[in-house]
């Protein structure tokens, strides 16, 4: 059976209120769990203690047992100081999308298309 720590999702529609759980990876997001581990209070501000809590030797006990955080659960459990810091790299990020390349292309053949009739006068004039 894999095994996964994640978020399950609870509170209302924009309230969301999160239990940290160790579940079968194969059950539904907000289904069954095997136990839950902590709480994630996104709403709260960052600083505040009660935003994240979590049993910590329960966590480690799972992660013992193979469990699997997920990617956002991961980042919690970094912060705490319970997992090594991965390295991260978006590299898709900072490029522009489809449009903003075409518009660049376009800007880029409007500045050539523009430099050289004005630069071929110029250098008639400057040979006679």
Same mark, same amino acid.
């Given at each position: ?21 160790? #579940?079968?990876?194969? %059950? +539904?997001?907000?289904? /069954?769990?095997?136990? !839950?581990? &902590? $709480? ?5 501000? *960052? ?31 970094? #912060?705490?100081?319970? %997992? +090594?810091?991965?390295? /991260?790299?978006?590299? !898709?990020? &900072? $490029? ?5 390349? *075409? ?26």
């Amino acid at each position: 059976m894999s095994m996964k720590i994640r978020l399950a999702r609870g509170g209302s529609k924009k309230r969301p209120h999160y239990a940290i759980v160790a #579940a079968d990876s194969r %059950m +539904p997001r907000d289904g /069954r769990f095997i136990e !839950k581990l &902590g $709480t994630y209070a996104p709403m709260l501000p *960052k600083d505040s203690e009660d935003r994240v809590k979590m049993d910590m030797d329960r966590v480690q006990h799972w992660l013992g047992q193979g469990a699997q955080p997920t990617d956002r659960v991961a980042r919690m459990l970094e #912060a705490a100081g319970v %997992m +090594p810091k991965k390295d /991260r790299a978006n590299l !898709k990020k &900072g $490029t522009p999308g489809k449009a903003a390349q *075409k518009r660049a292309e376009e800007k880029a053949a409007k500045a050539a298309a523009a430099e050289t009739p004005a630069s071929a006068p110029a250098e008639d004039a400057a040979a006679e």
